[in-house]
T-cell receptor, first 112, second 114 residues
Framework: GAVVSQHPSRVICKSGTSVKIECRSL??????MFWYRQFPKQSLMLMAT?????????EQGVEKDKFLINHASLTLSTLTVTSAHPEDSSFYIC????????FGPGTRLTVT | KQEVTQIPAALSVPEGENLVLNCSFT??????LQWFRQDPGKGLTSLLL?????REQTSGRLNASLDKSSGRSTLYIAASQPGDSATYLC?????????????FGTGTLLAVQP
């Protein structure tokens, strides 16, 4: 139990376009989901906390207008990277919370 | 502000050796501490979770200890195998509940040589 999926696993997009990443809790309901970002050879940095039915809480330094988070249901949260640039290229990982956090497999975003 | 540090940053050992990974945190008011494994380009696999009231947890060849007062945790891996090669991350949840954010350490890259 406690499986979290992410889609897509890899995405390549051109600079200036927007990309949406989905995070789903497959076998449980999660009122809270988290979005992390990981640069090569670095640890995970929390970007935002997503609560079902309310606005996301962003960490300091994360642009909320650039990284749009929607948590429309208890099993789905989405992260949209708007007007992506090469510096947004990274590994994005979500987690869903039920007693503890369960992590998705990650999405590799490459912006060309 | 909670900060989590892991040493060493990288470790290479021959197969069969026992090894210890270290994690330290600056604020002892934690809810729990968790050890994860991350393979290259993959997500996180939870290995062990220690509640703040516990001192250790064991799973197979893995043993994690927690000394909250000194802000330290160790992950002991017995009889290491090449399949143990990965990055190991520790993370703490500050006191307040499981849905509070995790604060990750810097990670230890482990290579077990056959």
């Amino acid at each position: 139990g406690a499986v979290v999926s992410q889609h897509p696993s890899r995405v390549i997009c051109k600079s200036g376009t927007s990309v949406k990443i989905e995070c789903r809790s497959l076998d449980f309901q999660a009122t809270t989901m988290f979005w992390y970002r990981q640069f090569p050879k670095q640890s995970l940095m929390l970007m935002a906390t997503s609560n079902e039915g309310s606005k996301a809480t962003y960490e300091q330094g994360v642009e909320k207008d650039k990284f749009l988070i929607n948590h429309a249901s208890l099993t789905l949260s989405t992260l949209t990277v708007t007007s992506a640039h090469p510096e947004d290229s990274s590994f994005y990982i979500c987690s869903a919370a039920r007693y503890e956090q369960y992590f998705g497999p990650g999405t590799r975003l490459t912006v060309t | 502000k909670q900060e989590v540090t892991q040493i060493p940053a990288a470790l290479s050992v021959p197969e069969g050796e026992n090894l210890v990974l270290n994690c330290s945190f600056t604020d002892s008011a934690i809810y729990n501490l968790q050890w994860f494994r991350q393979d290259p380009g993959k997500g996180l696999t939870s290995l062990l979770l220690i509640q703040s009231s516990q001192r250790e947890q064991t799973s197979g060849r893995l043993n994690a200890s927690l000394d909250k007062s000194s802000g330290r945790s160790t992950l002991y891996i017995a009889a290491s195998q090449p399949g143990d090669s990965a990055t190991y991350l520790c993370a703490v949840t500050d006191y307040g509940g499981a849905t509070n954010k995790l604060i990750f350490g810097t990670g230890t890259l482990l290579a077990v040589q056959p």
